[in-house]
C-alpha cells in the first residue's frame, strides 16, 4: 500500500525498511501490544515508575537507533526491535504527559496530530516524497522514524481517549478502530491514495493492538479470555520472534532495489487533495462523535449528582457497616464497589493469600478503569487523587517481590480516601 516515487538523492543506501505485506501489519500489531505490557511490567511488577521506565527505555531506543542508522540495508530483526521499542516510549511519553504534566488526552491528541502533520509537511516539502519505498538516505530516515514515534504517541492519546475518557471501553474502542482500518484498505482498492492509506492505517494500528492485547488479557468475568498480561506478551513475543525469524531467512519483505523500484517513473496523483477530504472527515466525525459522547456522560453525571442531592434530609450521606451511623459521601458518588473489592484484597493479605489478593486487585483495576469516564467529570481532584492510590496499590502487589507491610499499608490509605 505505497507508491513509488522517482528519487535523485545525491548517496543512496539499500532500503531500511521492509515491503508493506500481511507480515509488517501483524508484526505491527504484536509490537504494539508487546510494547504496552513491557512499559507495565517495567513500571508496575519490576516498581520503576513511570519516569523511570521512560529513563530507561529512551536510552534502549537511542541504542537502537545507532545502530538502525548505521545499517545499510533492512535487517528484520534490528528494524522491529527499534519499532517496538519506540511503541514502548511512544506510549510513554503520552503517559507522562498524562500522569505527570497532567495534561488531557484531548489535548495531548490535538498536540500530536500537529506534530505529525507538521512531520509530514517538512518532510514532503524537503523530500518531495512520503513513500517508505523512498527511505534510502539517512535525512529521510531521520523523518521516516520520527513520524513513525509519533503515530505511536498519537495512537496512544487517541485510544486511551475513546477507551477511557469517552467511557467506550477497549473491546468497543478497537471494533471501532477495526472498521477504520477495513473502510481505509476498501478505499485504497478503490484508488485512495496509497501513502495516504499506509499512515492512517499504521496509526490506527496502535488502538487496535491495545484492544487487542486488553481483550485477551482481561478476565473472562469482564469479558475478556483471561490469558493474563503475562502469557498474552509470551504469545506476542513468540509470535515476533517466529515471524521475524521467517523474514530474515526467506527475505520475503525486502524492497527491490533502487534501480528496480525506480524504474516505475509514474507518481500517484491526486494525493494533496484526498489529504485534505480524509483530515476534514476525520476532524469533523471524530470532533462530532467526541461532543455528542460528552453531551451523554454529562447527562449521566448530572442524574447521578441529583439522586444524591435527593436523599432525605439534603445531606450527601451514606450508612456504613451496622447501619447506625452516617459518613459523608465521596463527591465522586457511590464508591462502595470499590471499597468492597479493596478491603477483599486486603483480607486475603492478612490471611497470608498473597496469590489471591493480587488476582483480587485485578478486578479494582479494570472496575476502576471502566468507571473512569463516569466518574471523573464529576470531581477530577477527588477522582486523582484515588487513581494516585490505585495505581499505589498495584504497584505493590504486583511486585516481583511483593512486601506485605507496604501492601496493607496501600490498602489501607486507599480504603480511607474511598471513605
Known amino acids: 500500500m505505497t507508491s513509488q516515487h522517482a528519487l535523485a538523492p545525491s548517496r543512496q543506501l539499500l532500503s531500511k525498511v521492509p515491503e508493506v505485506t500481511i507480515y509488517f501489519w501483524i508484526i505491527k500489531v504484536l509490537c504494539t501490544t508487546v510494547g504496552e505490557s513491557a512499559a ?5 511488577n519490576l516498581n520503576f515508575g513511570l519516569t523511570g521506565v521512560s529513563v530507561v527505555t529512551g536510552a ?14 533492512y535487517m528484520p530483526g534490528r528494524y522491529w526491535l527499534t519499532v517496538a521499542l519506540v511503541s514502548v516510549f511512544g506510549t510513554l511519553v503520552t503517559d507522562n504527559l498524562t500522569d505527570n504534566v497532567g495534561l488531557p488526552l484531548e489535548a495531548s491528541t490535538l498536540i500530536f496530530g500537529v506534530l505529525l502533520a507538521l512531520t509530514f509537511l517538512v518532510w514532503y516539502q524537503s523530500e518531495k516524497s512520503l513513500s517508505i519505498h523512498s527511505i534510502r538516505t539517512r535525512r529521510r530516515e531521520a523523518f521516516y522514524w520520527l513520524a513513525i514515534l509519533f503515530t505511536f504517541a498519537l495512537g496512544t492519546a487517541t485510544g486511551d481517549l475513546m477507551a477511557e475518557v469517552l467511557g467506550l471501553g477497549y473491546l468497543v474502542t478497537g471494533i471501532i478502530v477495526a472498521s477504520l482500518i477495513a ?24 488502538p487496535l493492538g491495545a484492544s487487542i492485547g486488553d481483550y485477551l488479557s482481561q478476565p473472562s468475568s469482564q469479558g475478556g479470555l483471561g490469558l493474563g498480561a503475562t502469557v498474552t506478551s509470551l504469545i506476542f513475543v513468540v509470535g515476533i520472534v517466529g515471524i521475524v525469524t521467517y523474514l530474515a531467512v526467506t527475505k520475503a519483505d525486502v524492497i527491490p532495489s533502487a534501480a528496480a523500484v525506480d524504474t516505475d517513473q509514474a507518481t500517484e496523483r491526486g494525493g494533496l487533495w484526498q489529504t485534505v477530504v480524509v483530515v476534514a472527515l476525520v476532524l469533523v466525525a471524530g470532533g462530532t462523535g467526541y461532543f455528542l459522547r460528552k453531551s451523554s456522560l454529562q447527562e449521566d453525571t448530572s442524574s447521578s449528582a441529583t439522586a444524591v442531592q435527593s436523599i432525605p434530609g439534603g445531606s450527601q450521606t451514606g450508612q456504613v457497616s451496622g447501619g447506625s451511623q452516617t459518613a459523608p459521601l465521596s463527591p465522586l458518588g457511590d464508591l ?8 477483599d484484597t486486603l483480607g486475603r493479605l492478612n490471611t497470608g493469600d498473597q496469590s489471591g489478593a493480587t488476582s483480587r486487585v485485578d478486578d479494582l483495576e479494570v472496575e476502576w478503569d ?10 477530577k481532584a477527588a477522582w486523582t487523587e484515588i487513581d494516585g492510590k490505585i495505581d499505589t496499590v498495584l504497584r505493590e502487589l504486583r511486585a516481583t517481590s511483593p512486601n506485605s507491610n507496604s501492601e496493607k499499608a496501600a490498602l489501607t490509605a486507599l480504603l480511607t480516601a474511598l471513605g
Not at 192 to 203: D, G, P
Open 60 to 73: 534502549l531506543l537511542v541504542v537502537a537507533l545507532i545502530f538502525q542508522f548505521r545499517a545499510v540495508r
Open 336 to 343: 462502595s464497589t470499590f471499597r468492597v473489592i479493596t478491603q
Open 370 to 379: 471502566n468507571a473512569q469516564a463516569r466518574l471523573r467529570p464529576k470531581d
Open 183 to 206: 473502510s481505509t484498505a476498501v478505499a485504497w482498492r478503490f484508488g485512495l491514495n496509497s501513502v495516504l492509506s499506509f499512515w492512517v492505517i499504521y496509526i490506527l494500528t496502535r
Open 40 to 44: 507495565d511490567f517495567l513500571n508496575v
